[in-house]
């Protein structure tokens, strides 16, 4: 499964990403996305952010995060950040400025290069 994805705004690219994670691929990028766009973090904020992932019945989800909609659903509780959510690779531009962020899930780092 792939998902290369990039997220645009008024017409200019604001962020690329992608992730290694079997189909928790989805999950890990979508959630990336919403702490950029939608909750206003940094992208390398937005990577390293506790995730989860719905699979059946089963929430799975790493601390600091408790997902509301559990009720009747089985729950995993990851004790740390944990490979089995993915590794997202992401760049971000803002204000003319390249920021980049490798998952600490695998190890990833980011170098901008001037």
Do not use: K, W
Not at 20 to 42: C, E, F, K, P, Y
């Amino acid at each position: 499964m792939m998902a290369p994805s990039v997220v645009t705004r008024s017409g200019e690219v604001e962020l690329v990403l992608g992730s290694a994670g079997s189909n928790r691929i989805r999950s890990a990028i979508l959630q990336t996305i919403v702490g950029v766009v939608d909750r206003g973090l940094t992208v390398t904020e937005a990577v390293r952010a506790p995730r989860a992932h719905f699979e059946g019945d089963i929430v799975y989800h790493e601390p600091g995060l408790e997902p509301e909609c559990v009720a009747g659903r089985e729950v995993v509780r990851f004790h740390d950040l944990n490979l089995f959510f993915g590794g997202v690779q992401a760049v971000q531009r803002t204000s003319g400025e390249m920021l980049g962020a490798g998952d600490p899930r695998r190890g990833g780092v980011a170098v901008v290069v001037a």
